[in-house]
């Protein structure tokens, strides 16, 4: 089926011809949903009406059914839950920062990776999103919310590099003139390490932000809350990580989930140190998500200030995420077991 939001002006002034409207359209068209936030053919009033007639029968626009929003006591974070044509519903959380608007989006409905400390996918794998569900997931922020947005983070519900076609169309969209314009550096990826595509990542010629889930200092450790660590090993990944920032000139960002008893102890922050020394990376230490659906508890104050600061006295660039949307169940994956639960 043709989808008007995955379309980048030559897609969609070639569709045009093709039914005999004229190609100048396409320019008012983008106008009409990337600057005006117009959803509706019949809305385009500057098309001729057997024009917008046609595209009604033959392009339909199917906006999401807005399920759920969640709006932070401070303002700062807002979540929304999407439902699209079929039914399944995606979460995505938009966060105010100093800089600007950031927008988390998901890449899959549900989550095959499946790791413990992450709600995405205790309901299983359901299918990946399609270039335009992920330009949905803007749009509906710029319709419900604001129009204003600094980057895009590809961290909800889903692994990117799963779905990775539609990913990259979705972001190379978004990058032309006639839709978002949002430049490349303002673009992360998030992934757990799927080894093969993130070599492939390194060869696009896109400096976009990688970022990887690492979680844990070694293989046996990792195996225990990463399935996904039983085919691709520490050792392999931080090779592909190498040759991402040799190709790229991206630094790379590890994300490290800290859970108490588990792999915030000054043992695994020695690792940890020994296994990224020497390497120009950054460390995004996140304390985990206390909520029931993942079963696992948050570290002491003490204990995440004793595990950054150890790494810090050794030399590796770690930061504490500031943490947004607790209170809304902003975390991937919550707000959509909620929905699924009352239903």
Same mark, same amino acid.
């Not at 070639?14 to 100048?24: D, W, Y």
């Not at 413990?116 to 992920?134: D, H, P, Q, W, Y």
């Given at each position: 089926? #043709?989808?008007?939001?995955?379309?980048?002006?030559?897609?969609?002034?070639?569709?045009?011809?093709?039914?005999?409207?004229?190609?100048?359209?396409?320019?008012?068209?983008?106008?009409?949903?990337?600057?005006?936030?117009?959803?509706?053919?019949?809305?385009?009033?500057?098309?001729?009406?057997?024009?917008?007639?046609?595209?009604?029968?033959?392009?339909?626009?199917?906006?999401?059914?807005?399920?759920?929003?969640?709006?932070?006591?401070?303002?700062?974070?807002?979540?929304?839950?999407?439902?699209?044509?079929?039914?399944?519903?995606?979460?995505?959380?938009?966060?105010?920062?100093?800089?600007?608007?950031?927008?988390?989006?998901?890449?899959?409905?549900?989550?095959?990776?499946?790791?413990?400390?992450?709600?995405?996918?205790?309901?299983?794998?359901?299918?990946?999103?399609?270039?335009?569900?992920?330009?949905?997931?803007?749009?509906?922020?710029?319709?419900?919310?604001?129009?204003?947005?600094?980057?895009?983070?590809?961290?909800?519900?889903?692994?990117?590099?799963?779905?990775?076609?539609?990913?990259?169309?979705?972001?190379?969209?978004?990058?032309?003139?006639?839709?978002?314009?949002?430049?490349?550096?303002?673009?992360?990826?998030?992934?757990?390490?799927?080894?093969?595509?993130?070599?492939?990542?390194?060869?696009?010629?896109?400096?976009? #932000?990688?970022?990887?889930?690492?979680?844990?200092?070694?293989?046996?450790?990792?195996?225990?809350?990463?399935?996904?660590?039983?085919?691709?090993?520490?050792?392999?990944?931080?090779?592909?990580?190498?040759?991402?920032?040799?190709?790229?000139?991206?630094?790379?960002?590890?994300?490290?989930?800290?859970?108490?008893?588990?792999?915030?102890?000054?043992?695994?922050?020695?690792?940890?140190?020994?296994?990224?020394?020497?390497?120009?990376?950054?460390?995004?230490?996140?304390?985990?998500?206390? #909520?029931?659906?993942?079963?696992?508890?948050?570290?002491?104050?003490?204990?995440?200030?004793?595990?950054?600061?150890?790494?810090?006295?050794?030399?590796?660039?770690?930061?504490?995420?500031?943490?947004?949307?607790?209170?809304?169940?902003?975390?991937?994956?919550?707000?959509?077991?909620?929905?699924?639960?009352?239903?």
């Amino acid at each position: 089926m #043709n989808d008007i939001f995955a379309m980048n002006r030559a897609d969609l002034q070639a569709f045009l011809v093709e039914r005999g409207i004229k190609k100048f359209r396409a320019d008012q068209i983008l106008h009409y949903i990337y600057k005006q936030n117009v959803f509706s053919w019949h809305e385009m009033t500057l098309l001729p009406q057997g024009d917008r007639e046609t595209l009604a029968g033959e392009l339909p626009i199917c906006f999401p059914v807005l399920a759920d929003i969640q709006k932070a006591p401070d303002d700062n974070t807002v979540k929304l839950l999407l439902e699209f044509y079929d039914g399944q519903t995606v979460e995505t959380v938009l966060m105010k920062h100093a800089y600007g608007n950031s927008v988390c989006l998901s890449s899959q409905v549900g989550c095959a990776v499946n790791c413990a400390f992450c709600a995405s996918a205790k309901n299983g794998f359901i299918r990946n999103l399609t270039v335009g569900e992920m330009v949905l997931q803007l749009l509906a922020f710029r319709k419900y919310v604001t129009a204003g947005l600094h980057s895009v983070v590809l961290m909800g519900t889903g692994e990117p590099l799963l779905n990775y076609d539609n990913v990259l169309s979705f972001l190379r969209l978004i990058h032309e003139k006639d839709t978002f314009y949002l430049g490349y550096r303002n673009m992360t990826l998030s992934t757990s390490g799927i080894v093969p595509a993130m070599e492939r990542l390194a060869t696009e010629g896109l400096p976009l #932000n990688l970022a990887v889930s690492l979680h844990a200092p070694n293989d046996n450790l990792r195996r225990s809350i990463m399935p996904v660590a039983d085919t691709y090993t520490l050792k392999n990944i931080l090779t592909a990580c190498d040759r991402y920032f040799d190709r790229t000139g991206r630094k790379v960002t590890f994300e490290y989930i800290l859970i108490k008893d588990l792999n915030c102890t000054l043992a695994c922050a020695d690792e940890l140190r020994h296994l990224l020394g020497g390497r120009n990376i950054l460390v995004n230490a996140i304390p985990v998500n206390d #909520n029931y659906d993942v079963g696992l508890c948050r570290p002491s104050q003490k204990e995440i200030r004793r595990f950054t600061g150890y790494l810090k006295e050794h030399g590796i660039n770690i930061t504490l995420r500031r943490e947004m949307g607790g209170n809304i169940q902003a975390a991937c994956g919550q707000l959509r077991i909620k929905r699924m639960q009352k239903q």
